[in-house]
């Protein structure tokens, strides 16, 4: 059983930057898959970005060359650095665990771009 608890959210202006942080509690972290998830209201929840246990990064094509996600496996916890903000990466962000056919979700951080 894993659980993971999201953090790092909050208001910020356009262009600004936030590091959402997502801690995972139990055993076996570095043999999971983390991601990242968002959800807008009336959207559906869509992928950010990804990490694998050795590393491999994927993004979403809305998010290249400004989102980063980063795993640090002695201290059980992946982050996303978001940078240039946009109004419309605001979002719930839900962080996600899965190592087949195990899949853990957090319970989401708001994130809110807006002047």
């Known amino acids: 059983q894993v659980q993971l608890v999201e953090s790092g959210g909050g208001l910020v202006q356009p262009g600004g930057s936030l590091r959402l942080s997502c801690a995972a509690s139990?055993?076996?972290?570095?043999?999971?898959?983390m991601a990242w998830y968002r959800q807008a209201p009336g959207k559906q929840r869509e992928l950010v970005a990804s990490?694998?246990?050795?590393?491999?990064?994927n993004y979403a094509d809305s998010v290249k060359g400004r989102f980063t996600i980063s795993r640090v496996n002695a201290k059980n916890t992946v982050y996303l650095q978001m940078n240039s903000l946009k109004p419309e990466d605001t979002a719930v962000y839900y962080c996600?665990?899965?190592?087949?056919?195990?899949?853990?979700w957090g319970q989401g951080t708001q994130v809110t771009v807006s002047s």
């Open positions: 996600n665990a899965a190592f087949w056919p195990l899949d853990y």
């Open positions: 990490i694998t246990k050795s590393g491999r990064t």
């Open positions: 139990g055993s076996g972290f570095s043999l999971y898959a």
